[in-house]
């Protein structure tokens, strides 16, 4: 088929290129000139394992270009995938000012019947929106179709390839068969296309990373919990999560959830609500717990050192923070807990010394020079007071830890995600605190 995908952030840029990868004929579409000269100039804008190599394989096929022009991509397509951000807003609301920008391109410079898909995650009610903006700019036959993406950053050219799932919303049989002849490379493991109504569709994808979302913030309340009964959250996590109809997914105890999906779609949501005249009282308080455990590390810095929660409390102490990326395997910074964690150390005086793998540019987009940015892990160490693991990147599971006390003045490890053993860091010399754990 010919595919135009409008839009070329992580959704866009791996449905573009996973589609080219099975045979379609791509073209990617974005108004962002300096990436798209960085894209056909071979660079790829974002970090995600696997995406460059499927890039440089489909190009050098002739399967996949890229172009400013919303007319040269949407013109000769069978199906045009609205992948464009919808950021959250002031109020808490998506803003859809792109996808409504994307679908009067669509209307304009469609030629013949086009299956019109929402890729991007929308409200519920804003597939009416965009076919009738569509509608009012052409004479042309189209379908449109809700079909949400479920990729996670780090891992999303498997979960493309190898879908638990695909999700379709629609309400023509013709557009229908189209997502599945465009899908069936991806199912022959049997994993289901599930065909619903649209809203249906779009509340989906919303219900899913709220659901995610709740589970990582039930498990760092109860986490707080733990520390204050003198439990140890490693070991209730081993036992509830042992039960199936729990598991252990995405009940990892941490520093709180970041990324470009779970803050927006919990406020979404929330915002729907509202208008809907429902208190999401549930979402409220996911959102609440997640914003005060982004504080932790924080606070059991101010603890160690016995200062109070005030302006220059830990003025003189150098803090390393391993980790600055939301998760790893991306170099994705929004609403990354490291944010949250710099700045309370800043307002507290501290100096900060940090390494990421990958995120060091983006994080320096919106720290600037506030902090000092270090080439590998033991330079950002070096005379450090304090280490904080806030990203759980696989070199810092097995660090030196004589390395570690040759290039540190102090001798603190706070485990922002609970990936060493309290008992080996206290064995080589360490203060160690974790999340949840006695």
């Not at 995600?48 to 919303?70: M, N, Q, V, Y």
């Amino acid at each position: 088929m010919n595919i135009a995908v409008i839009g070329t952030g992580y959704v866009g840029l791996v449905t573009g290129v996973c589609f080219a990868d099975s045979g379609n004929d791509v073209v990617c579409v974005d108004v962002d000139e300096g990436k798209i000269k960085a894209l056909n100039s071979g660079a790829v804008p974002i970090y995600e394992p696997g995406l460059k190599e499927l890039i440089d394989r489909s190009r050098e096929e002739g399967r996949i270009s890229f172009t400013t022009s919303a007319q040269e991509g949407v013109e000769g397509a069978d199906v045009v995938f609205i992948a464009v951000g919808t950021p959250m807003s002031d109020d808490g609301e998506a803003n859809l000012s792109y996808v409504r920008s994307a679908a009067k391109d669509i209307g304009r410079y469609m030629k013949g019947y086009t299956v019109v898909v929402d890729k991007s995650t929308v409200p519920v009610g804003t597939a009416d929106e965009v076919r009738a903006i569509i509608a009012a700019q052409t004479r042309e036959s189209f379908d449109l179709v809700s079909n949400p993406e479920f990729l996670k950053e780090g891992n999303a050219i498997a979960d493309f390839m190898k879908p638990d799932r695909v999700v379709v919303g629609g309400d023509s049989k013709k557009a229908i068969e189209v997502m599945r002849e465009l899908y069936e490379p991806f199912l022959r493991t049997f994993h289901p296309l599930i065909v619903m109504d649209i809203r249906s569709a779009e509340m989906t994808k919303y219900a899913a990373n709220c659901f995610l979302a709740t589970k990582i913030s039930f498990i760092n309340e109860i986490a707080r919990l733990c520390e204050q009964a003198g439990a140890d959250i490693s070991l209730v996590r081993e036992g509830i999560g042992a039960d199936r109809r729990i598991g252990y997914d995405f009940l990892f105890p941490g520093v709180g959830y970041g990324g470009s999906c779970f803050p927006k779609d919990v406020q979404a949501l929330i915002a729907t609500g509202s208008k809907l005249d429902l208190d999401m009282r549930l979402m409220r308080a996911v959102e609440d717990v997640n914003r005060e455990q982004k504080s932790v590390l924080v606070e059991q810095v101010l603890e160690h050192f016995g200062a109070r929660d005030e302006a220059g409390a830990l003025a003189g102490k150098t803090i390393c923070l391993w980790g600055l990326a939301f998760k790893p395997q991306t170099d994705d910074m929004r609403e990354a807990p490291s944010l949250s964690i710099v700045e309370g150390l800043l307002r507290l005086g501290a100096k900060v010394k940090a390494y990421d793998p990958e995120a060091t540019d983006e994080a320096r987009k919106q720290l600037g020079d506030t902090i000092q940015y270090a080439a590998n892990p033991y330079a950002a160490a070096e005379g450090a007071d304090a280490l904080l693991l806030v990203t759980e990147w696989n070199e810092f599971r097995r660090p030196s830890w004589t390395k570690l006390k040759e290039v540190m003045r102090g001798r603190a490890i706070f485990d922002g995600r609970n990936v060493y053993t309290p008992e080996r860091v206290k064995a080589e010399g360490f203060t160690y605190r974790g999340i949840g754990r006695k």
